[in-house]
């Protein structure tokens, strides 16, 4: 895979070193580690791989309540570290001034510009982000206010929802919404700084397109295909195929990000959460429940709903292909946004390789529309069918930026 070819692993290896000398990124990798061993010795409990270890119920149930309080503490403790932020970012953006703006696109913007409506749309997710902090607070009030047998049940299910689904939700939102997309804008160069955060506005979204690398074989004109077929040509690159098994959540993120698709570590946050997270709230509800009937179906609906944890893959797959203009496949009842989520359910390493080989065959370019330059009227056929200058198109792979102001396009 081109991804892991073009590593430099010693300047890797250096950045690596150079960043835990930080303080509190010393403090975040001993967060993480120490997250890592609780949560890991969490699973096997609740999985019975400790069962020869760990004979008998009462010192299984011992573990797991350390290790699920060692959790909780954790948790809540990053909740109390971040919540003070948040708070901050309300107050911001309630207060709403010129340099209010800029502090919080930095944030919560891409590539920190304005965009469409940004203020409500931060609102969603800073009060979601709020709503993952409360739910933690309740989680951990349950857990140190009640014993183990007396600890209700729904609530502690409920909370670990909401503090799992808050953030996953907010990530999802923060990429589909105008703050993750691309927008071009212009303001007169004779405005002071204030004035141009104060009126500055979006005045066209960037719009990505696919056109074949050299030695593809394909014309430039011609439309975007699919490359390889769902299984036959899934072993012809063996990392490929290796990473899209074992490393799946990481190569999707690193995929939906090159293509323009949003964040590549909310991508891997959100998946990972939407496989695992089901897991953990059932079967931490069905080990307070003394019913094996019951416990055995709460442990299977934790599995199934983890399985279909797969159809984040699928829903942004359906995106790539309406934004790249993909063929689509009815295979499933003649609908090709089910057949996506089915392929990625039935063979999500599969899939997922398709779309990497797929983005390997093209350079993702960007055309720039800016209706700033042109303020005369446009003939009806320019307006119906608009044809980017050569100038207004660059490739993302090559970094090549194009200033604004040398952009001439035309108004849609």
């Known amino acids: 895979m081109p991804f892991v070819k073009k590593i430099d692993w010693g300047s890797l290896w250096d950045k690596s070193k150079e960043w835990i000398r930080n303080p509190m990124n010393m403090a975040l990798f001993v967060w993480i580690l120490a997250v890592g061993v609780s949560g890991a010795i969490l699973f096997m409990v609740m999985t019975g791989m400790l069962n020869r270890v760990l004979p008998n119920k009462p010192q299984r149930d011992t573990w797991f309540e350390v290790n699920n309080q060692i959790l909780n503490a954790l948790f809540t403790l990053m909740c109390l570290y971040q919540h003070p ?17 800029h502090q919080l696109r930095q944030v919560y913007c891409k590539d920190g510009t304005c965009k469409p409506n940004e203020r409500k749309h931060m609102m969603v997710v800073i009060l979601l982000l709020h709503l993952n902090c409360f739910a933690q607070y309740a989680l951990c ?11 209700p049940v729904i609530g502690v299910a409920l909370t670990i929802s909401v503090a799992i689904c808050a953030p996953a939700v907010a990530g999802l939102y923060n990429n589909l919404s105008p703050l993750g997309k691309d927008y071009e804008a212009q303001v007169p160069p004779e405005v002071d700084e204030e004035s141009q955060l104060q009126q500055k506005t979006p005045e066209t979204e960037r719009r990505y397109s696919l056109v074949p690398r050299q030695g593809h074989g394909e014309s430039a004109g011609s439309s975007p295909q699919w490359v390889g077929g769902l299984f036959e040509d899934m072993w012809d690159d063996m990392s490929l195929a290796y990473l899209s098994v074992f490393c799946s959540c990481c190569v999707f993120g690193w995929n939906m990000s090159r293509l323009g698709l949003g964040n590549m570590y909310v991508h891997i946050a959100t998946f990972v959460l939407l496989c695992l997270a089901p897991f953990f709230i059932f079967d931490l509800a069905a080990i307070s429940v003394d019913d094996e009937a019951v416990r055995d179906a709460l442990g299977l609906a934790g599995i199934f ?12 797959r359906i995106q790539m292909r309406r934004r790249f203009g993909l063929p689509e496949n009815r295979a499933c009842c003649g609908k090709p946004d089910l057949t996506d989520c089915m392929q990625w359910l039935c063979c999500y390493s599969c899939t997922l390789a398709q779309e990497v080989r797929t983005a390997d065959a093209y350079e993702v370019v960007l055309v720039v529309q800016d209706t700033l330059q042109d303020k ?35 108004r849609t």
Request: charged share 15%; net charge positive.
């Open 376 to 410: 005369q009227p446009m003939p009806m056929h320019h307006r119906h069918h608009p044809t980017p200058t050569a100038a207004a198109v660059r490739s993302l792979d090559d970094g090549v930026t194009v200033p604004p102001s040398s952009v001439s396009a035309t």
């Open 141 to 151: 009030g349950l857990n140190l206010g009640y014993r183990r047998p007396q600890r």
């Open 85 to 101: 932020r948040r708070f901050y970012h309300l107050a911001l953006l309630c207060r709403w001034r010129a340099s209010d703006m």
């Open 305 to 316: 709903l983890c399985v279909l944890g797969l159809l984040y893959g699928g829903f942004w």
